[in-house]
């Protein structure tokens, strides 16, 4: 589903990523693993289109893409959940979820059943304002926003940082299910080590924005990882 080569990005004279290759494949997920400020979120920008790459080539469902802009990159199905979740505190649960029709046609602008059976308080707090649920609440929220788009690779910064274990666990079940479904590529980063190593299917460990380390799970141990991801 996406084949990213050699790509790299600055910010402003900075280098943060340096020739970053990488596969993701529908039904996996590939978890991106790494310290604080090895580039894991600024490589995620750059496959969202929110932030343009320097250099290299991102070919997605068969595609080679341009520099695309990341509502371009949403409407060909890539789904973005950013670090710190940025909802609409000002918006209802309902009207949150709604934001994601604006890349759909407008006989797709509905909410589906399945986004409330993935999260039921979603629509037990339908009516409430954003900015009024909790951590845990609100980053359920943003995962059904980007649901909502329908995408093909999608995308989650950090789903549990600062996340209460019950809502943690409830979300590893839901990554699970979207991954089993088989239509659907994933890329994670994460820190907590346990839960991102439960569920990866490829592994990819950065350090000072390059690429240290990349295995599917089953080339490599649970000790060989940690040994490259501690500090």
């Not at 954003?130 to 059904?144: E, F």
Request: proline share 4%; with cysteine; charged share 20%.
């Amino acid at each position: 589903m996406l084949d990213v080569k050699n790509l790299t990005l600055h910010y402003g004279n900075s280098q943060i990523l340096y020739d970053i290759s990488l596969h993701a494949r529908l039904g996996e997920v590939t978890c991106v693993m790494g310290t604080n400020g090895v580039g894991k979120t600024s490589l995620l920008k750059a496959i969202s289109g929110t932030h343009p790459r320097s250099t290299g080539d991102i070919t997605f469902d068969g595609k080679l893409l341009g520099q695309s802009g990341a509502h371009k990159m949403a409407q060909m199905g890539v789904g973005y959940v950013p670090q710190g979740r940025d909802i609409f505190p000002l918006l209802t649960v309902r009207e949150n979820l709604q934001t994601g029709f604006s890349c759909l046609p407008k006989s797709e602008h509905f909410v589906p059943d399945n986004i409330f059976e993935l999260f039921p308080v979603l629509k037990e707090m339908a009516h409430r304002h954003g900015g009024d649920l909790s951590g845990g609440q609100q980053q359920q929220l943003a995962i059904a926003r980007a649901l909502i788009t329908k995408p093909k690779l999608l995308l989650l910064d950090e789903p549990t940082e600062g996340i209460q274990p019950n809502i943690i666990q409830h979300i590893g079940k839901v990554i699970s299910l979207l991954r089993d479904r088989g239509d659907m590529a994933i890329i994670l980063v994460e820190q907590y080590f346990d839960f991102a190593f439960e569920l990866a299917d490829q592994i990819v460990v950065l350090r000072r924005g390059e690429i240290i380390k990349k295995a599917t799970k089953n080339q490599i141990t649970r000790e060989d990882i940690l040994a490259v991801v501690s500090v």
